[in-house]
């Protein structure tokens, strides 16, 4: 966590440079830091589970990777989205139907939303918030890597 503080104040004061081992801070014209191979860890993995906490869901993989989400998310398929936010434990449900499932594709989109694609053609997408605290974490055999948007 004061990883994460001091790297917002390095960047609130303009400062471009932020070391690879740092955590992943997402700021309005910066690039993230997690890398393609770091997402490649969910792939061909099992979504094995959800774990719902007070104020965020976890999702679970067999390889061991797992993203803590506090923030909205869509999920289902392209005709069937459902929309729920990783604060709300009444919208856990809407990811029971993806557990079980290989992941197929794991990517982040303008930089900051998170996709998960699915061997059954359904798929998950993490919308972070604006607002300065972290909206999900990304946790892989690397590091955790939250994610915030301000």
Known sequence: MLETILLQMS???????????QT????K????????AELHEFE???FTGVTVGVGSLVLLFSSGARIMI???FQCGEKEHLLTGHGEDLSTSNFLFPLLN???????????????LFFDNE???????????????VIT???????????
């Open 44 to 46: 061909q993995s099992i």
């Open 70 to 72: 506090q923030c909205p």
């Open 29 to 36: 014209g910066k690039s993230n830091m997690i890398t393609d």
């Open 122 to 136: 359904k798929y998950i997408n993490i919308y972070p918030e604006n607002n300065g605290f972290e909206s999900y």
């Open 24 to 27: 992943l801070c997402r700021q």
């Open 11 to 21: 960047l609130a004061h303009g400062e471009t440079h932020v070391p690879p081992e």
């Open 140 to 150: 892989t055999s690397h590091g955790d890597y939250p994610v915030i948007i301000y």
């Open 101 to 115: 499932q290989v992941v197929r594709r794991c990517s982040v989109l303008d930089g900051e939303i998170l996709s």
